[in-house]
């Protein structure tokens, strides 16, 4: 006969389990699981964070990048706890195990997509999307490792000392919440503006690894057997190898994958937070070219045609007062200057970084005409948006300039709302008028006709006008990518005004821009309207449709 068998009380031990045989007192031992919690859970966000700003960086879409990261993150880390149930058997092993693979993959993760966007970046093919599929194989990757800690602390939490599953749970979330805090905080002030991306990543996949191979190791040794606790000593000392080699080539990694990008005619290369600045060319008669974040924002090759097209519209008519949005090179300064009428011209960049290098690099400071050594020149680092709400007294401007990067790139998607023209608006003088660029006309209509759908809500009036590159084998910008085949080939700018639409042409009495007349405006008038699309709605910050 076979006997019934009682079903085990809540919170009863498995078969397998019995009281720990630690080396300290059992409280000592609970504090140090909490604190490997701790440090595990601020190790686990930093390598999430260093994925969507890495991402944000890689492809321009942060939105996009951040909800498909931290989205198969969360759903991995579900189903890395269903498959840790079966390791709790051994869970001192498998912790350890599981920490030293987490910290190998997490802390080299920065590092590998990396690599694959610089040399495999501009690869066409099956190829195209291959970086960002990557991108996902890490976020599943993380996220099975980070969501199978859980079951296997709470066992080892247990181990110590039975307690109720509430209680545990409690103290074991506590300490995962508050670990998760200081990772969250010491990823941006702390990781990011001192170690960068790849050596923040890798220091942080060091801790997590000496962490989670000292509590094995040092608490719970006696669950090992000798052969265990050689393997775990082995694996982490070869993980740790592999970090600190990684960190020591890292400098030389930067410089090849730089020139991966950008060529081999890199003069200057500046990391500021999470954007890259790079300057190539403009010695020995090369072209200067100004990166950033791996994409072609200014170049010497047509970058005349680009600003003449923005500036030499908005200027027929008043412009004693002149603001200029974005264009820290000083390029759109430039042709703005050359307007005898201009008293003043105030410029409000976002980087101190571009501001620095207009200032003082040769090749950039030469063709920018050495603007900023011009007393009429007023020049802010501050966010444009921002700037615009302070409630201080703000000049009337009889021209403001947009010059600032394709609304599909940026990460400053608030910079194209109705929201932010509004603000615009309200500095503009009796009529004044506005300019902005709004991307590449050809291949995204619906984003430049969103543009001028969000102008005509905050109450302007627009004159759209598309200007093309300067031959069609050369890819237009800014925002150029590597992949010449799906590069921009034109330019989208809308003017607008508060008063009457404004006219689309050149002051009579201003200077002769060498790529612009009367007649080719009223062409890029024609082809600008050519491709209209209609229907389309405002893009404001609640609802940006960029």
Same mark, same amino acid.
């Given at each position: 006969?076979?006997?019934?068998?009682?079903?085990?009380?809540?919170?009863?031990?498995?078969?397998?389990?019995?009281?720990?045989?630690?080396?300290?007192?059992?409280?000592?031992?609970?504090?140090?699981?909490?604190?490997?919690?701790?440090?595990?859970?601020?190790?686990?966000?930093?390598?999430?964070?260093?994925?969507?700003?890495?991402?944000?960086?890689?492809?321009?879409?942060?939105?996009?990048?951040?909800?498909?990261?931290?989205?198969?993150?969360?759903?991995?880390?579900?189903?890395?706890?269903?498959?840790?149930?079966?390791?709790?058997?051994?869970?001192?092993?498998?912790?350890?195990?599981?920490?030293?693979?987490?910290?190998?993959?997490?802390?080299?993760?920065?590092?590998?997509?990396?690599?694959?966007?610089?040399?495999?970046?501009?690869?066409?093919?099956?190829?195209?999307?291959?970086?960002?599929?990557?991108?996902?194989?890490?976020?599943?990757?993380?996220?099975?490792?980070?969501?199978?800690?859980?079951?296997?602390?709470?066992?080892?939490?247990?181990?110590?000392?039975?307690?109720?599953?509430?209680?545990?749970?409690?103290?074991?979330?506590?300490?995962?919440?508050?670990?998760?805090?200081?990772?969250?905080?010491?990823?941006?002030?702390?990781?990011?503006?001192?170690?960068?991306?790849?050596?923040?990543?890798?220091?942080?996949?060091?801790?997590?690894?000496?962490?989670?191979?000292?509590?094995?190791?040092?608490?719970?040794?006696?669950?090992?057997?000798?052969?265990?606790?050689?393997?775990?000593?082995?694996?982490?000392?070869?993980?740790?190898?592999?970090?600190?080699?990684?960190?020591?080539?890292?400098?030389?990694?930067?410089?090849?994958?730089?020139?991966?990008?950008?060529?081999?005619?890199?003069?200057?290369?500046?990391?500021?937070?999470?954007?890259?600045?790079?300057?190539?060319?403009?010695?020995?008669?090369?072209?200067?070219?100004?990166?950033?974040?791996?994409?072609?924002?200014?170049?010497?090759?047509?970058?005349?045609?680009?600003?003449?097209?923005?500036?030499?519209?908005?200027?027929?008519?008043?412009?004693?007062?002149?603001?200029?949005?974005?264009?820290?090179?000083?390029?759109?300064?430039?042709?703005?200057?050359?307007?005898?009428?201009?008293?003043?011209?105030?410029?409000?960049?976002?980087?101190?970084?571009?501001?620095?290098?207009?200032?003082?690099?040769?090749?950039?400071?030469?063709?920018?005409?050495?603007?900023?050594?011009?007393?009429?020149?007023?020049?802010?680092?501050?966010?444009?948006?921002?700037?615009?709400? %302070? !409630?201080?007294? #703000?000049?009337?401007? *009889?021209?403001?300039? &947009?010059?600032? +990067? /394709?609304?599909?790139?940026? =990460? $400053?998607?608030?910079?194209?709302?109705?929201?932010?023209?509004?603000?615009?608006?309200?500095?503009?003088?009796?009529?004044?008028?506005?300019?902005?660029?709004?991307?590449?006309?050809?291949?995204?209509?619906?984003?430049?006709?969103?543009?001028?759908?969000?102008?005509?809500?905050?109450?302007?009036?627009? %004159? !759209?006008?598309? #200007?093309?590159?300067? *031959?069609?084998?050369? &890819?237009?910008? +800014? /925002?150029?990518?590597?992949? =010449? $085949?799906?590069?921009?080939?034109?330019?989208?700018?809308?003017?607008?005004?508060?008063?009457?639409?404004?006219?689309?042409?050149?002051?009579?009495?201003?200077?002769?821009?060498?790529?612009?007349?009367?007649?080719?405006?009223?062409?890029?008038?024609?082809?600008?309207?050519?491709?209209?699309?209609?229907?389309?709605?405002?893009?404001?910050?609640?609802?940006?449709?960029?």
């Amino acid at each position: 006969m076979i006997e019934p068998h009682a079903p085990a009380p809540p919170g009863a031990p498995p078969s397998w389990a019995g009281p720990a045989r630690l080396p300290v007192r059992q409280g000592t031992g609970r504090f140090l699981v909490l604190a490997c919690v701790f440090v595990c859970a601020a190790c686990g966000l930093v390598y999430e964070l260093e994925l969507v700003a890495l991402a944000s960086y890689l492809t321009g879409d942060p939105v996009t990048q951040a909800s498909v990261v931290l989205s198969v993150m969360v759903f991995a880390m579900g189903i890395g706890s269903l498959l840790a149930k079966r390791l709790r058997r051994h869970a001192a092993a498998a912790f350890g195990a599981l920490e030293a693979l987490l910290a190998l993959v997490g802390g080299c993760s920065a590092m590998a997509l990396y690599a694959v966007f610089a040399w495999t970046g501009d690869w066409g093919g099956l190829w195209v999307c291959g970086p960002r599929w990557l991108l996902v194989a890490f976020s599943l990757a993380i996220g099975l490792l980070i969501g199978a800690e859980v079951p296997l602390l709470m066992e080892l939490i247990q181990r110590i000392r039975r307690q109720d599953a509430g209680g545990a749970v409690a103290d074991l979330f506590a300490a995962d919440y508050v670990g998760a805090l200081v990772g969250g905080l010491a990823f941006p002030f702390l990781l990011l503006p001192l170690l960068g991306q790849l050596t923040g990543a890798m220091l942080t996949g060091a801790v997590n690894a000496v962490a989670g191979g000292a509590l094995v190791l040092g608490l719970f040794r006696r669950d090992l057997t000798r052969r265990a606790r050689w393997l775990l000593l082995v694996a982490n000392l070869a993980v740790l190898g592999v970090l600190a080699t990684a960190t020591l080539l890292v400098d030389d990694f930067e410089r090849a994958a730089q020139e991966a990008v950008y060529g081999k005619d890199v003069r200057v290369a500046v990391q500021t937070g999470v954007r890259e600045i790079a300057l190539t060319g403009g010695t020995d008669g090369r072209p200067l070219d100004l990166y950033v974040d791996g994409r072609l924002r200014v170049s010497g090759r047509d970058e005349d045609r680009y600003h003449e097209a923005l500036v030499h519209p908005a200027m027929d008519g008043p412009h004693a007062r002149v603001l200029v949005l974005g264009g820290g090179d000083g390029l759109a300064a430039r042709e703005v200057l050359r307007y005898s009428g201009v008293r003043r011209v105030d410029i409000v960049a976002l980087d101190p970084a571009v501001v620095d290098l207009a200032r003082h690099d040769p090749a950039l400071s030469r063709l920018n005409g050495h603007v900023y050594d011009d007393a009429r020149l007023h020049v802010s680092t501050a966010d444009a948006f921002r700037r615009l709400r %302070t !409630p201080a007294p #703000v000049p009337s401007y *009889d021209v403001v300039i &947009a010059d600032l +990067p /394709d609304p599909r790139v940026t =990460a $400053s998607a608030k910079l194209y709302s109705e929201e932010f023209y509004g603000l615009v608006r309200r500095v503009l003088a009796p009529g004044g008028r506005l300019v902005v660029h709004a991307g590449p006309v050809a291949s995204r209509p619906r984003v430049f006709w969103t543009v001028e759908a969000t102008l005509r809500a905050a109450g302007l009036r627009t %004159t !759209p006008y598309r #200007v093309g590159g300067r *031959d069609s084998g050369f &890819a237009a910008g +800014p /925002d150029r990518t590597a992949g =010449a $085949s799906r590069a921009p080939r034109d330019w989208g700018f809308v003017l607008a005004s508060r008063g009457p639409r404004p006219a689309l042409a050149l002051d009579p009495r201003g200077p002769r821009p060498a790529t612009l007349t009367d007649q080719s405006l009223r062409a890029a008038l024609r082809a600008a309207q050519a491709t209209r699309v209609r229907g389309l709605g405002a893009s404001t910050l609640v609802h940006p449709r960029y």
